[in-house]
């Protein structure tokens, strides 16, 4: 909220006499809310052992709620799996409690079984249950090899009622990740290494683009963009839309994170330029009834009229991964883990997920989940996840362990990979090294021998590791993460994009059909 008139301004005086200080958190009116329920795992094996739901209230209550529903499916409970009770007590100032699931293995081949959870009512009269009231995880026996098939994909993505294309790209990753893995950088067709413009620094080297462009809302949602053709912002949200179409036509993936500004003053996203305040309370201002939740709204608008704008020369909706509070377990975004709870983040990201699919009817988008390189297990990366009905892709952005940190790095990197691999497999998404490289400053610090071909590229391999797709991060004037002819490690990149797995644009399967 940025502007008060003179009524609001009295009010806010009245208040703040009877308040200890603006500083404190924002306190959301929890009078109301209503209850969710979500499969944390959609899709389980009976040797994995274990799963969950989740059930969880829009705001908090301030006295405990019992929820009641029933439990049907395929699966017979107390004999598939450990007794479900048929309710379950959210305890009050609890945002969400899970209901666990833990596997019996009959040492029997099996089809696939369902547990089918649905909401029926509540014992708190203020607490009702929202549109999201059933959900359903499959159990596939131990000895079964998952086999994606293209007629099912849809029920697998957070949006099944995704464009076709849409729906191509997600099995193409997926399946792809299986034998490959995409090659993109950021901000490919417009940032060089020495200013020097043209065609794209990948394609300056190796002779062909590569298969994946990075690109970010941060400019086509800025405060200051007014949609007119003087307007500088509204003149990179040009570019930005050309050059992504231009992907699409040449059969490139398109992946959009998104620098967003913090809501009270819309000029920073890194923390250490925020007050205190705004650093405490950015986050929470957008959680449903917070006092920014309708500029949210409206910055999520504005994304949702750039893709419904961007139409390929086949006249189709071009498709795309957005990335939304990428690095969320850092604490340099106003996003970060100091400045919003687990249980907070995920409402605001269920809620960015259902504004965008089911009020603005967005179907040309996947999600992708991608915190930094701080976690150690599945459980630590699963801390913020929100469920699989609301991710398409599992990623991580790592630099840390491919920052000249030697064979322990690289061994740390991989086994990461491996977490996002498996939880891909078992959860039947996409997994992705969303951002990484190394950045080279000629004359202040030097490449990295076999930085490429050899540390990055048998990270990326080792272990049956599946990743769809990797992106470097931006070449700028001084400074590039992937070179160009004439540099000392340019060869060590050629080397790279030569190796079996990495695909370039020129190698690119048609992304966007599914097979006959």
């Not at 969710?36 to 274990?50: D, F, G, P, Q, R």
């Not at 009770?85 to 959210?90: E, G, H, L, P």
């Not at 490139?252 to 705004?278: A, C, I, Q």
């Not at 940190?405 to 740390?412: E, H, I, K, R, V």
Request: proline share 5%; charged share 20%; net charge negative.
């Amino acid at each position: 909220m940025r502007y008060f008139n003179k009524a609001s301004y009295i009010f806010c005086m009245v208040i703040f006499m009877y308040s200890c200080s603006k500083d404190e958190p924002i306190r959301i009116d929890a009078a109301k809310a209503t209850v969710t329920i979500t499969a944390v795992n959609t899709i389980i094996s009976e040797s994995s052992k274990s799963g969950s739901f989740m059930l969880t209230l829009s705001n908090e209550v301030y006295e405990a709620t019992t929820v009641n529903y029933t439990i049907t499916g395929t699966a017979i409970n107390g004999v598939d799996y450990e007794k479900i009770n048929r309710s379950i007590v959210i305890p009050a100032n609890t945002l969400s409690v899970p209901i666990p699931l833990i596997i019996l293995d009959d040492n029997s081949v099996e089809e696939k079984e369902t547990i089918i959870i649905a909401l029926v009512n509540t014992t708190n009269k203020n607490v009702t249950v929202g549109s999201q009231k059933v959900a359903t995880i499959s159990i596939v026996d131990g000895l079964d090899v998952f086999v994606l098939k293209p007629e099912e994909t849809s029920s697998f993505m957070v949006n099944p009622n995704a464009t076709p294309e849409t729906i191509a790209l997600f099995y193409n990753l997926k399946i792809l990740s299986q034998t490959k893995f995409l090659v993109g950088q950021e901000n490919a067709f417009n940032s060089f290494y020495n200013d020097n413009d043209g065609a794209s620094d990948i394609k300056k080297t190796t002779g062909t683009d590569p298969g994946l462009l990075g690109e970010d809302f941060m400019f086509i949602t800025d405060d200051l963009n007014d949609e007119t053709p003087t307007n500088w912002f509204y003149q990179q949200e040009q570019i930005i839309k050309s050059d992504a179409i231009e992907a699409y036509n040449k059969g490139m993936v398109t992946v959009f994170s998104w620098h967003l500004r913090e809501p009270y003053k819309g000029e920073e996203f890194y923390t250490s330029n925020m007050s205190d305040f705004e650093k405490k309370n950015a986050f929470k201002s957008i959680l449903p009834g917070g006092d920014n939740h309708e500029y949210y709204k409206q910055k999520l608008e504005k994304v949702a009229e750039f893709a419904n704008s961007m139409v390929g020369n086949d006249g189709a909706l071009v498709p795309f991964v957005f990335r939304p509070f990428h690095e969320f377990d850092g604490n340099w975004f106003w996003w970060g883990a100091a400045y919003c709870t687990p249980d907070e983040f995920k409402i605001v990201w269920r809620f960015t997920v259902e504004y965008l699919r089911d009020t603005l009817h967005v179907n040309n988008m996947l999600f992708a989940f991608s915190p930094d390189n701080s976690f150690n297990s599945k459980t630590d990366y699963l801390n913020r996840y929100p469920g699989d009905d609301y991710v398409d892709v599992l990623g991580m952005d790592n630099y840390g362990d491919f920052n000249n940190q030697g064979q322990t790095g690289l061994d740390n990197a991989n086994r990461k990979l491996q977490i996002l691999s498996e939880l891909a497999i078992d959860k039947v998404k996409i997994a992705a090294l969303t951002e990484t490289g190394y950045f080279v400053t000629p004359g202040e610090n030097n490449p990295i021998p076999e930085f490429y071909a050899n540390n990055l590229y048998n990270a990326m391999t080792n272990n049956n590791v599946e990743i769809g797709y990797m992106m470097f991060w931006i070449n700028s004037k001084d400074t590039y993460c992937t070179p160009v002819p004439g540099l000392s490690s340019t060869a060590d990149f050629i080397a790279f994009a030569d190796k079996p797995k990495t695909v370039f644009q020129n190698e690119l399967p048609n992304m966007y059909a599914l097979p006959n």
